[in-house]
Nanobody, 115 residues
Framework: QVQLVESGGGLVQAGGSLRLSCVVSGSSSSINSMAWSRQAPGKQMELAAVINSGGSTRYAESVKGRFTISRDNAKNTVYLDITSLKPEDTAVYYC?????????WGQGTQVTVSS
């Protein structure tokens, strides 16, 4: 059974930084794309960053320059480094991976940014 476990969220002050991690377990299949999405209170889910198997990345306009997605294939882990945090970054952050044509989601980690 595939499991995704996120960590690294918390309460931070505006201007601070965080690193989110997501470890994938339960499958020997190669991971295609890995992504981070977020959902702020009362808002729709937003795809923040994606990294494919070749290492190419894409970012939402709202996070470009502040978010960096990376992956460690040997550890089946995807990271999201966030700098210059803003109160509007407050959200639950979810990782998602695609393997063998199926998508899997983590349970989410809360990031709260105080002004």
């Amino acid at each position: 059974q595939v499991q995704l476990v996120e960590s690294g969220g918390g309460l931070v002050q505006a201007g601070g930084s965080l690193r989110l991690s997501c470890v994938v377990s339960g499958s020997s299949s190669s991971i295609n794309s890995m992504a981070w999405s977020r959902q702020a209170p009362g808002k729709q889910m937003e795809l923040a960053a994606v990294i494919n198997s070749g290492g190419s990345t894409r970012y939402a306009e709202s996070v470009k320059g502040r978010f960096t997605i990376s992956r460690d294939n040997a550890k089946n882990t995807v990271y999201l480094d966030i700098t210059s945090l803003k109160p509007e970054d407050t959200a639950v952050y979810y990782c998602k991976v695609v393997m063998d044509g199926s998508a899997y989601w983590g349970q989410g980690t809360q990031v709260t940014v105080s002004s």
